[in-house]
């Protein structure tokens, strides 16, 4: 599949040819509206003759906000251009260009499938304390005020990119990414997902940025106001004129480094003040994590300044990463090697500079969307099975809470082979208050885990983390009790990620391979809802079966018997497995 990839700035428009993820054509153009061509349509017109020599199957476009609406990459229509349209006053600066290109391109290549990919869409499964602003709740409602995140694509394919260099799944780490270009954002990456970035509601909020200011008092903003300064000004004055280049005058970090060296002040003081934020996010995002397997470095900034890097890094011994100054210095990125590792052979948390690829990022994702699209076509419904709040359990754990030598004792077959509900039941006791009689699944499992649904968090007054089945590293513990005797167990208390069991077969009817993350429509009779972030479990033992929990089924009014469709248009934002 050849992908033609637009990114449309506000005066530039930058447009890429890939196949199969290689780049094999680019064209940028500067100054649009101001000395250069007319608008993003007249710039498009005069670069596709020399990109056409590729046949493009389909179009790429980034979009920088997708608000709530948009949480995967999706198929572009009418609909989808108005929805865009509609975010607008979320990204003032970006969501226009990015709608001008899409328009011009549509209207250039009518006859080939857009997809919009959004910055936004890799932070949508931010958990809600990392989304919300302790903010009036009814000013948050009526304007739509949350953290939304950004450099989607950048975080998703280095997150990724990194794991393949360390030979892991990752699914099995966390991960800190740090985007540091002329926009920066970190990301905390826990199992594949992000679940902490720094950028929020929109690009200004987080790190020190080349001309943004990231994270201000508010107190500050309002001195300014009452001084006189207008709100235009004021958005100027963060935007454009702040960051690196309101401390020293210069936006570009190698300028500021070379004055650094130099002996100025100003820019020195500058460096000092970036360096300082990223280490402090890092730090935090570490505690976010419970612990970090690898700190990635990336963008213009993150993959070229070998300074920068030492001075983020210097200090993050305690969290077993340490830096190697030599092979730090060596680093150099390139197509053919686009991860280069710069810390100690002994380092338990391994530093990494990974090459980014956005235009790459973009183009996975279309193939996804496209490829998708044509697979669910006639694909059958999926059954949906309730999972209530149940416990999981060790033969240990067993032992302990029934008595030594004790077997579980099936009582009811579940949909999934070789699983069951058992006689025995225990009682979940938590540091607030507790669940009696809560449901056993056997058979005995290599760890103890506790299902529960948000709802029973808050009753049992634990903090559980969304995850995966059997993703309990980090995960706060309980107190289990039994008929013979109480158990604590350290870790293993989740809210289970939504979910889809399926067979080989039934994944490449579906178009979707083991570790996607799909979006599926109910259609419940006046409770429609459409379940995004489910996770495709793939296992020649599975029977097709979409597992969600008590919580959610309760927003869509599900019972037994129903069934859900895969989304044509938005299935399949498939993690990204481009090997480095």
């Not at 017109?45 to 389909?58: C, D, E, I, K, R």
């Not at 992000?194 to 008092?217: C, F, H, K, N, W």
């Not at 070379?258 to 003040?273: F, I, K, V």
Request: aromatic fraction near 4%; charged fraction near 25%.
């Amino acid at each position: 599949m050849a992908v033609l990839v637009i990114n449309a700035g506000s005066t530039s428009l930058k447009v890429s040819v890939l196949e199969e993820g290689r780049c094999v054509a680019k064209e940028a153009v500067e100054r649009i509206g101001a000395g250069g061509p007319p608008d993003h349509g007249a710039a498009l017109t005069g670069v596709l003759p020399g990109l056409m020599a590729h046949p493009v199957t389909a179009v790429g476009h980034r979009v920088v906000h997708g608000g709530e609406r948009f949480s995967r990459p999706v198929l572009i229509d009418g609909e989808v251009e108005a929805g865009i349209e509609a975010l607008i006053p979320l990204a003032p600066l970006h969501n226009p260009a990015n709608l001008a290109g899409i328009r011009a391109a549509r209207a250039a290549l009518p006859d080939v499938p857009h997809v919009a990919v959004f910055d936004t869409a890799f932070h949508a499964t931010l958990p809600h304390r990392a989304q919300g602003y302790a903010l009036p709740a009814a000013l948050v409602e009526e304007h739509g005020l949350r953290r939304y995140g950004f450099h989607g694509p950048s975080h998703q394919l280095v997150a990724q990119r990194a794991a393949d260099f360390l030979g892991e799944d990752l699914r099995d780490l966390r991960i800190i990414t740090l985007h540091l270009g002329g926009g920066c954002s970190a990301a905390a990456i826990e199992f594949g997902r992000s679940i902490e970035t720094s950028m929020g509601m929109t690009p200004l909020e987080g790190l020190v940025m080349a001309t943004r200011s990231g994270d201000v008092d508010p107190g500050v903003l309002l001195t300014l106001l009452r001084s006189g300064i207008g709100v235009d000004e004021l958005d100027r004055l963060l935007n454009r004129e702040s960051g690196l280049k309101g401390l020293c005058g210069s936006s570009d970090m190698r300028d500021i480094l070379a004055r650094a060296g130099e002996g100025d002040e100003a820019a020195r003081a500058a460096m000092q003040l970036f360096a300082h934020r990223a280490r402090k996010v890092v730090g935090a995002y570490a505690a976010v994590l419970g612990g970090v397997d690898a700190i990635v470095f990336t963008a213009g900034i993150g993959e070229n300044a070998a300074e920068i890097r030492h001075r983020i890094a210097q200090r993050l011994g305690f969290l077993g990463a340490r830096l190697d100054e030599d092979r730090n210095r060596a680093v150099k990125l390139s197509d053919a090697e686009p991860v280069a590792e710069f810390s100690a052979p002994h380092s338990r948390c391994r530093l990494l500079a990974v090459k980014t690829d956005e235009a790459a990022a973009i183009a996975e994702a279309v193939a996804a969307v496209v490829g998708s699209a044509e697979a669910v076509k006639e694909a059958p419904p999926i059954p949906i099975a309730v999972s209530a709040r149940h416990v999981h359990l060790t033969a240990k754990a067993v032992f302990a809470l029934f008595g030594e030598g004790h077997k579980l004792t099936p009582k009811v077959p579940l949909g999934q082979p070789g699983q069951f509900v058992c006689a025995e039941r225990v009682d979940v006791v938590g540091p607030k208050r507790s669940l009696e009689r809560v449901a056993i699944v056997g058979p005995v499992r290599r760890d103890c885990q506790v299902e529960i649904s948000r709802t029973d968090e808050f009753h049992l007054g634990v903090d559980a983390p969304i995850r995966g089945s059997g993703k309990v590293e980090g995960s706060p513990g309980i107190t289990l009790v039994g008929p013979a005797g109480r158990l604590t167990i350290e870790q293993g208390v989740i809210q289970a990620l939504r979910h889809i069991h399926m067979r080989p077969s039934d994944a490449e009817a579906y178009g979707v391979q083991n570790g996607d993350f799909v979006e599926v429509a109910v259609d419940s009779g006046g409770r429609d809802l459409t379940y995004g972030d489910v996770l495709v479990r793939v296992k020649s033992s599975y029977a097709l079966e979409m597992h969600i929990d008590t919580d959610e089924a309760n927003a869509a009014d599900i019972g037994r018997g129903a069934v859900g469709v895969l989304r044509p248009t938005e299935a399949s934002a498939r993690v990204l497995r481009k090997k480095a």
